[in-house]
Protein backbone atom coordinates (compact mmCIF):
# COMPACT_ATOMS: atom_id res chain seq x y z
CA UNK A 1 0.00 0.00 0.00
CA UNK A 2 0.99 4.02 -0.01
CA UNK A 3 0.80 6.29 -2.27
CA UNK A 4 3.21 7.42 -5.27
CA UNK A 5 4.47 10.50 -7.14
CA UNK A 6 2.42 10.01 -10.34
CA UNK A 7 0.07 12.35 -12.06
CA UNK A 8 -3.19 9.99 -9.90
CA UNK A 9 -1.50 11.46 -6.83
CA UNK A 10 -3.67 14.43 -4.55
CA UNK A 11 -2.00 15.68 -1.90
CA UNK A 12 -3.09 18.35 1.08
CA UNK A 13 -0.93 19.58 3.81
CA UNK A 14 -2.66 21.30 6.69
CA UNK A 15 -3.53 22.24 10.55
CA UNK A 16 -6.04 21.06 11.96
CA UNK A 17 -7.89 21.17 15.77
CA UNK A 18 -11.49 20.57 16.08
CA UNK A 19 -13.99 18.78 18.15
CA UNK A 20 -14.76 15.49 16.72
CA UNK A 21 -18.14 15.04 18.45
CA UNK A 22 -21.53 16.68 18.05
CA UNK A 23 -23.66 18.29 20.15
CA UNK A 24 -24.59 15.10 22.32
CA UNK A 25 -22.30 12.64 24.22
CA UNK A 26 -21.27 8.78 23.10
CA UNK A 27 -21.89 6.61 25.39
CA UNK A 28 -19.19 4.32 25.46
CA UNK A 29 -20.13 1.91 28.27
CA UNK A 30 -23.34 1.32 30.01
CA UNK A 31 -25.83 -1.67 31.58
CA UNK A 32 -27.54 -4.08 28.85
CA UNK A 33 -30.85 -2.21 29.52
CA UNK A 34 -28.95 0.85 27.45
CA UNK A 35 -29.77 0.82 24.01
CA UNK A 36 -27.31 3.23 22.61
CA UNK A 37 -24.00 2.27 24.06
CA UNK A 38 -21.16 0.84 21.92
CA UNK A 39 -20.32 -1.73 24.80
CA UNK A 40 -23.53 -3.33 26.96
CA UNK A 41 -22.31 -5.06 29.49
CA UNK A 42 -22.64 -4.46 33.40
CA UNK A 43 -19.94 -5.40 35.58
CA UNK A 44 -22.24 -7.65 37.78
CA UNK A 45 -26.15 -8.88 37.12
CA UNK A 46 -26.43 -9.88 41.04
CA UNK A 47 -25.75 -7.81 42.90
CA UNK A 48 -26.68 -5.19 40.31
CA UNK A 49 -23.30 -3.17 38.90
CA UNK A 50 -23.28 -0.94 36.68
CA UNK A 51 -20.00 1.70 34.94
CA UNK A 52 -21.28 3.69 32.33
CA UNK A 53 -18.63 6.07 30.62
CA UNK A 54 -19.68 8.44 28.08
CA UNK A 55 -17.33 10.95 26.12
CA UNK A 56 -18.42 14.51 26.55
CA UNK A 57 -15.78 15.88 24.24
CA UNK A 58 -13.38 15.01 21.77
CA UNK A 59 -10.40 17.42 20.93
CA UNK A 60 -7.90 16.12 18.15
CA UNK A 61 -4.97 18.21 17.42
CA UNK A 62 -3.14 17.50 13.98
CA UNK A 63 0.10 18.86 12.55
CA UNK A 64 1.78 18.39 9.47
CA UNK A 65 -1.03 16.30 7.84
CA UNK A 66 -0.63 14.89 4.78
CA UNK A 67 -3.10 12.90 2.68
CA UNK A 68 -2.54 10.97 -0.75
CA UNK A 69 -5.25 9.27 -2.96
CA UNK A 70 -3.65 7.10 -5.93
CA UNK A 71 -5.70 5.14 -8.49
CA UNK A 72 -3.08 3.09 -9.93
CA UNK A 73 -3.07 2.37 -13.96
CA UNK A 74 -4.80 -0.50 -15.46
CA UNK A 75 -6.73 -1.66 -12.31
CA UNK A 76 -9.71 -0.52 -10.07
CA UNK A 77 -7.80 -0.04 -6.90
CA UNK A 78 -7.79 2.89 -5.23
CA UNK A 79 -5.22 3.47 -2.53
CA UNK A 80 -5.80 6.23 0.59
CA UNK A 81 -2.98 7.48 2.46
CA UNK A 82 -3.13 9.95 5.52
CA UNK A 83 0.04 10.38 8.18
CA UNK A 84 0.45 13.10 10.70
CA UNK A 85 3.50 14.68 12.38
CA UNK A 86 3.58 15.20 16.49
CA UNK A 87 -0.53 15.29 17.45
CA UNK A 88 -2.75 15.44 20.50
CA UNK A 89 -6.21 13.58 21.06
CA UNK A 90 -7.84 14.83 24.42
CA UNK A 91 -11.02 12.93 25.74
CA UNK A 92 -13.17 14.06 28.00
CA UNK A 93 -15.04 10.92 29.59
CA UNK A 94 -17.77 10.97 32.13
CA UNK A 95 -17.98 8.63 34.71
CA UNK A 96 -21.26 7.42 36.44
CA UNK A 97 -21.23 4.12 38.97
CA UNK A 98 -24.45 2.97 40.39
CA UNK A 99 -24.32 -0.51 42.51
CA UNK A 100 -22.82 -2.31 45.52
CA UNK A 101 -19.07 -2.62 46.49
CA UNK A 102 -17.77 -4.56 48.94
CA UNK A 103 -21.43 -5.09 50.37
CA UNK A 104 -21.60 -1.16 50.48
CA UNK A 105 -23.96 0.05 48.38
CA UNK A 106 -23.09 3.58 46.09
CA UNK A 107 -25.34 5.30 44.08
CA UNK A 108 -24.48 7.87 41.45
CA UNK A 109 -20.92 7.60 41.92
CA UNK A 110 -19.55 9.73 39.61
CA UNK A 111 -17.01 11.87 38.10
CA UNK A 112 -15.75 13.66 35.25
CA UNK A 113 -11.67 12.74 33.59
CA UNK A 114 -9.63 14.08 31.20
CA UNK A 115 -7.27 11.72 29.04
CA UNK A 116 -4.39 13.04 26.76
CA UNK A 117 -2.99 10.97 24.67
CA UNK A 118 0.70 12.42 22.89
CA UNK A 119 1.26 10.52 19.80
CA UNK A 120 4.59 11.57 17.76
CA UNK A 121 3.40 9.76 14.60
CA UNK A 122 0.62 8.40 13.14
CA UNK A 123 -0.01 6.77 9.81
CA UNK A 124 -3.46 5.01 8.46
CA UNK A 125 -3.45 3.35 4.72
CA UNK A 126 -6.49 1.74 3.10
CA UNK A 127 -6.61 -0.20 -0.27
CA UNK A 128 -10.23 0.10 -1.65
CA UNK A 129 -11.45 -1.90 -4.47
CA UNK A 130 -13.91 0.14 -7.05
CA UNK A 131 -15.57 -1.95 -10.07
CA UNK A 132 -16.42 0.05 -12.70
CA UNK A 133 -17.89 -0.40 -16.09
CA UNK A 134 -15.11 1.45 -18.09
CA UNK A 135 -17.50 2.01 -21.27
CA UNK A 136 -20.81 2.69 -19.46
CA UNK A 137 -18.53 5.57 -17.56
CA UNK A 138 -17.35 7.07 -20.26
CA UNK A 139 -20.92 7.57 -21.54
CA UNK A 140 -21.29 9.79 -18.23
CA UNK A 141 -21.58 13.84 -18.84
CA UNK A 142 -18.49 15.19 -17.17
CA UNK A 143 -20.47 17.79 -15.20
CA UNK A 144 -21.99 14.41 -13.65
CA UNK A 145 -19.32 13.00 -12.09
CA UNK A 146 -19.75 15.21 -9.20
CA UNK A 147 -22.78 13.34 -8.57
CA UNK A 148 -22.32 9.43 -8.14
CA UNK A 149 -25.77 8.27 -8.28
CA UNK A 150 -25.47 9.92 -12.05
CA UNK A 151 -22.64 6.72 -12.97
CA UNK A 152 -24.26 4.60 -10.33
CA UNK A 153 -25.04 2.08 -13.07
CA UNK A 154 -21.12 1.58 -13.52
CA UNK A 155 -20.39 0.86 -10.37
CA UNK A 156 -20.29 -3.16 -10.09
CA UNK A 157 -18.77 -2.93 -6.30
CA UNK A 158 -17.12 -1.47 -4.00
CA UNK A 159 -14.97 -3.16 -1.17
CA UNK A 160 -12.40 -2.38 1.56
CA UNK A 161 -9.71 -4.85 0.82
CA UNK A 162 -6.85 -4.06 3.45
CA UNK A 163 -6.16 -1.21 6.55
CA UNK A 164 -2.46 -0.39 8.03
CA UNK A 165 -2.17 1.64 10.90
CA UNK A 166 1.06 2.67 12.36
CA UNK A 167 1.01 4.98 15.70
CA UNK A 168 3.62 6.37 17.89
CA UNK A 169 2.58 6.87 21.54
CA UNK A 170 4.61 8.82 23.69
CA UNK A 171 2.37 9.71 26.57
CA UNK A 172 -0.91 9.19 28.03
CA UNK A 173 -2.19 10.83 30.23
CA UNK A 174 -5.22 10.92 32.94
CA UNK A 175 -6.60 13.48 35.60
CA UNK A 176 -9.49 14.55 37.44
CA UNK A 177 -9.93 18.08 36.64
CA UNK A 178 -12.28 18.80 39.26
CA UNK A 179 -10.65 17.08 42.04
CA UNK A 180 -11.59 18.35 45.50
CA UNK A 181 -15.09 17.62 44.02
CA UNK A 182 -14.64 14.18 43.17
CA UNK A 183 -14.88 11.27 45.50
CA UNK A 184 -11.94 9.80 46.62
CA UNK A 185 -12.67 6.49 45.54
CA UNK A 186 -12.92 7.69 41.45
CA UNK A 187 -9.53 9.93 42.39
CA UNK A 188 -6.91 7.32 43.05
CA UNK A 189 -8.65 4.95 40.87
CA UNK A 190 -7.88 7.22 37.87
CA UNK A 191 -3.98 8.09 39.59
CA UNK A 192 -3.36 3.88 39.68
CA UNK A 193 -5.06 3.64 35.87
CA UNK A 194 -2.91 6.36 34.66
CA UNK A 195 0.26 4.02 36.09
CA UNK A 196 -0.63 1.40 34.88
CA UNK A 197 -1.17 2.57 31.69
CA UNK A 198 2.00 4.48 31.38
CA UNK A 199 4.10 1.02 32.64
CA UNK A 200 2.11 -0.95 30.11
CA UNK A 201 3.19 1.68 27.22
CA UNK A 202 6.73 1.65 28.57
CA UNK A 203 6.98 -1.91 28.80
CA UNK A 204 5.13 -3.42 26.25
CA UNK A 205 4.43 -0.47 23.59
CA UNK A 206 6.23 -1.83 20.66
CA UNK A 207 3.96 -4.88 20.80
CA UNK A 208 0.82 -3.10 20.49
CA UNK A 209 0.86 -2.00 17.27
CA UNK A 210 0.87 -5.81 15.28
CA UNK A 211 -1.87 -6.86 18.30
CA UNK A 212 -3.65 -3.36 16.52
CA UNK A 213 -3.01 -4.72 12.83
CA UNK A 214 -4.60 -8.05 13.79
CA UNK A 215 -7.72 -6.60 15.15
CA UNK A 216 -8.14 -4.15 12.03
CA UNK A 217 -7.51 -7.00 9.56
CA UNK A 218 -9.41 -9.68 11.44
CA UNK A 219 -12.28 -7.47 12.51
CA UNK A 220 -12.75 -3.75 11.88
CA UNK A 221 -11.98 -4.57 7.64
CA UNK A 222 -15.26 -6.63 7.27
CA UNK A 223 -17.24 -4.15 9.26
CA UNK A 224 -16.00 -1.27 7.71
CA UNK A 225 -16.52 -2.97 4.24
CA UNK A 226 -19.73 -3.63 5.04
CA UNK A 227 -20.57 -0.13 6.33
CA UNK A 228 -19.20 1.58 3.01
CA UNK A 229 -20.87 -0.81 0.90
CA UNK A 230 -23.72 0.53 2.86
CA UNK A 231 -23.59 4.25 2.20
CA UNK A 232 -22.69 3.48 -1.31
CA UNK A 233 -25.66 1.73 -1.72
CA UNK A 234 -27.63 4.20 -0.17
CA UNK A 235 -25.84 7.24 -1.96
CA UNK A 236 -26.61 5.57 -5.56
CA UNK A 237 -29.81 4.61 -5.39
CA UNK A 238 -30.69 8.70 -5.64
CA UNK A 239 -31.81 9.99 -8.37
CA UNK A 240 -29.49 11.82 -10.98
CA UNK A 241 -29.92 15.42 -10.41
CA UNK A 242 -31.24 17.48 -13.90
CA UNK A 243 -28.69 19.67 -15.34
CA UNK A 244 -28.52 23.49 -13.78
CA UNK A 245 -31.03 25.32 -15.68
CA UNK A 246 -32.46 22.55 -17.36
CA UNK A 247 -34.77 21.23 -14.16
CA UNK A 248 -38.44 20.19 -14.80
CA UNK A 249 -39.59 18.77 -11.90
CA UNK A 250 -39.67 15.28 -12.82
CA UNK A 251 -41.45 17.06 -15.85
CA UNK A 252 -43.80 19.07 -14.54
CA UNK A 253 -42.58 22.30 -15.97
CA UNK A 254 -40.60 23.52 -18.56
CA UNK A 255 -37.16 23.77 -18.09
CA UNK A 256 -34.76 27.34 -18.08
CA UNK A 257 -32.55 26.27 -20.90
CA UNK A 258 -33.95 24.53 -24.15
CA UNK A 259 -31.17 22.93 -25.86
CA UNK A 260 -33.07 22.50 -28.75
CA UNK A 261 -34.35 25.84 -29.02
CA UNK A 262 -30.96 27.30 -28.51
CA UNK A 263 -29.51 25.32 -31.23
CA UNK A 264 -31.82 26.10 -33.44
CA UNK A 265 -31.36 30.33 -32.88
CA UNK A 266 -27.35 29.51 -33.29
CA UNK A 267 -28.49 28.43 -36.33
CA UNK A 268 -30.29 30.74 -37.58
CA UNK A 269 -28.13 33.30 -36.43
CA UNK A 270 -25.70 31.33 -37.64
CA UNK A 271 -27.10 31.66 -41.98
CA UNK A 272 -27.80 35.09 -41.40
CA UNK A 273 -24.19 35.85 -40.44
CA UNK A 274 -23.00 34.35 -43.47
CA UNK A 275 -25.16 35.70 -45.69
CA UNK A 276 -24.50 39.31 -44.69
CA UNK A 277 -21.11 38.47 -45.62
CA UNK A 278 -22.00 37.41 -48.74
CA UNK A 279 -24.42 40.09 -49.59
CA UNK A 280 -21.76 42.55 -48.43
CA UNK A 281 -19.14 40.88 -50.99
Sequence with gaps: LGGSNSPHDQVSQVDTSQCALGQEPVCLLGGKKESNCAVRKSLRDDPPAVLQIEAQKIDIGLSSVNASLHTPDGDNFVQLHGATGRSNVFVQLSLNFSGSVGGALA??????????????RAALEAAVYVGVDAQSFRSVPTWNYVHPQCFASSITGVELIDLVMGVDVTDISLGVPELAASPP??????????????SLLASYGDAAMPILQGFLRSDVVS???SHIQNKASEKLSKECPEPMGRETDHHTRKPMID???????????????FLTAAVAA
Excluded: M
Excluded at 107 to 120: A, E, H, K, M, P
Excluded at 185 to 198: C, H
Excluded at 259 to 273: C, H, P, Q, S, V
Design 107 to 120: RSLGSTIDLNVSVD
Design 185 to 198: LIAGGVQITQDIVR
Design 223 to 225: KAS
Design 259 to 273: EGLGRRFIGTATGIL
